[in-house]
């Protein structure tokens, strides 16, 4: 059987058709999941660390060594102290200066050393043990419960939205990486599609935007789809086809359109935002006229957001922090900026209460909550006029309010890039479409909605399913090339 796989920068979904309907495979309760992954890469507890049989030989056989090398000290410099004695008197002072005194340990001192040391290759065989079975698939965790239980945890490493990284220029070990983890979720995928739907799944369609995300320009396309052609056939796909994501939600909305039209299809959602202009509807097969994007959405808002209202709370605007430094803490999808912010360790110097929340923002897990903070500050300003952070993982009683003004002005770049892109599709596509079908999560946001309905003011706004847009017409692709 074939699937429909929406692999989306923050939620993926999954849709077969069966007997002319489209089935979407649950997550959990859900019908598609936070694109997140969680290794719990077990970091041991010291506390656990007992003195065995062998560990005791271990410590004795070290203790002996230091002995016998401190009783080898002991000789040498006694023996370079009797030859200094027989040098002419005038030299004699200068040589025994030179002759250090070695350290003489008590045993107690030599087993303590000892024991240290034994402890610290015991713990270090401890990781090296957890970070085996961590990679494996029974120990990760997906989607909600990833982020959960990386908070609940405090350890391990959590993946967030590695779409975005697709594009990039990558070290090939962090391409290794990003290709196991890309595998690891559709496998996931395709493990829980062939359970539910009684067959093994071993093809799917995969959704791509128009425009990855990238810093390489198109060769960054390039990379993205050459790292997820690896990642299916290592999660054990024979075969997957390529759609864009928004001819794939055209699709979609042609099943359900009684009446042939033209239509755009405008999908708005974390990392990109896609369009396609088609005829859609009736008995008729959809006509594809075009395609357009940008590697424009709701993460941009988000970062936007989190660096004109949150970070001033760390010193944004106020210290002598370089601005880099907030735009890493607050790209949590970068593994390797995250690493370099938690890493740094020049807070100390700032003065509170900045620098205290800024080292507090590096503890495990607080890039990641604040910026859920931010989405959800986001999210709860589509409708409503204010919204409340709680930040006391930070600073006890630290709390941040916003309102739809604040949202308005982070939200304004992104709305102006997307005012630049529907301009532009319409000077192309000439005539307006006579419908315009809006799908992906920030086509929920209603100032997205307005900006769209202002330039195209004579189409009528169909809103879509926000969340499975994408992922029924990749069902319905499946399908037919199936
Ligand atoms: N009610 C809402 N108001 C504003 N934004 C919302 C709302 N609901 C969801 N979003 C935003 O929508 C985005 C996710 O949309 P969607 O699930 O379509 O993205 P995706 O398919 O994972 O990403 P992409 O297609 O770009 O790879 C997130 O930025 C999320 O914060
Ligand atoms: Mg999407």
Not at 104 to 133: C, G, K, N, Y
Request: with cysteine; net charge negative.
């Amino acid at each position: 059987m074939k699937i429909g796989i929406d692999f989306g920068t923050s939620y993926s979904a999954a849709a077969a058709v069966i007997d002319g309907a489209v089935r979407t495979v649950a997550f959990g309760e859900e019908r598609q999941f936070r694109t997140t992954v969680y290794f719990p890469e077990a970091v041991p507890d010291p506390s656990q660390f007992e003195l065995t049989d062998a560990l005791e030989a271990e410590v004795d056989s070290l203790v002996r060594n230091a002995r016998s090398a401190q009783t080898r000290a002991l000789n040498e410099a006694q023996a370079r102290r009797e030859q200094a004695a027989r040098l002419p008197a005038d030299q004699r002072e200068a040589a025994l200066a030179l002759i250090l005194a070695p350290a003489q340990r008590s045993e107690t001192d030599l087993r303590r050393d000892a024991i240290r040391a034994v402890r610290r290759q015991w713990l270090e065989q401890q990781v090296r043990e957890a970070r085996a079975s961590a990679a494996s698939l029974q120990n990760a965790v997906y989607g909600e419960d990833a982020v959960e239980a990386y908070l609940s945890e405090g350890f391990g490493n959590l993946v967030q939205s590695p779409k975005s990284m697709l594009g990039y220029q990558l070290a090939p070990h962090v391409r290794q990486t990003i290709v196991g983890i890309a595998g690891y979720i559709l496998e996931h995928i395709r493990l829980s599609a062939s359970q539910q739907l009684g067959a093994n799944v071993r093809s799917a369609v995969l959704g791509r935007p128009v425009q990855f995300r990238s810093s390489l320009g198109a060769a960054g396309g390039d990379q993205a789809l050459a790292i997820l052609t690896e990642a299916a056939a290592g999660a054990g796909f024979d075969e997957v086809e390529f759609l864009e994501e928004p001819v794939a939600a055209a699709l979609g909305y042609h099943a359900q359109s009684a009446h042939r039209h033209r239509t755009l299809v405008v999908d708005i959602g974390g990392g990109t935002t896609d369009i396609t202009l088609a005829e859609v509807g009736g008995a008729q097969a959809p006509v594809v006229l075009g395609s357009w994007g940008i590697a424009r959405g709701g993460v941009d808002v988000d970062l936007s957001l989190s660096l004109s209202r949150f970070m001033p709370l760390f010193g944004k605007g106020a210290t002598r922090v370089p601005a880099h430094h907030f735009v890493e803490a607050a790209t949590v999808h970068d593994v390797v900026r995250q690493r370099d912010f938690q890493r740094r360790d020049a807070y100390r110097e700032v003065d509170a209460p900045f620098g205290p929340r800024l080292i507090a923002l590096q503890q495990t897990g607080n890039t990641t909550r604040l910026s859920r903070a931010v989405e959800s500050t986001k999210i709860v300003l589509s409708g409503a006029s204010d919204s409340r952070a709680e930040l006391d993982y930070i600073e006890r009683g630290l709390a941040l309010a916003s309102s739809a003004d604040d949202l308005a002005q982070a939200a304004d770049p992104f709305l102006g890039y997307l005012t630049e892109l529907l301009a532009e599709v319409g000077a192309q596509i000439g005539e307006p479409p006579a419908a315009v079908f809006l799908t992906g999560g920030m086509s929920r946001a209603p100032y997205v909605r307005e900006t769209v309905r202002r330039c195209f003011p004579q189409a009528k706004q169909v809103a879509g399913d926000a969340s499975l847009g994408v992922v029924s017409g990749l069902a319905f692709a499946a399908a037919r090339v199936g």
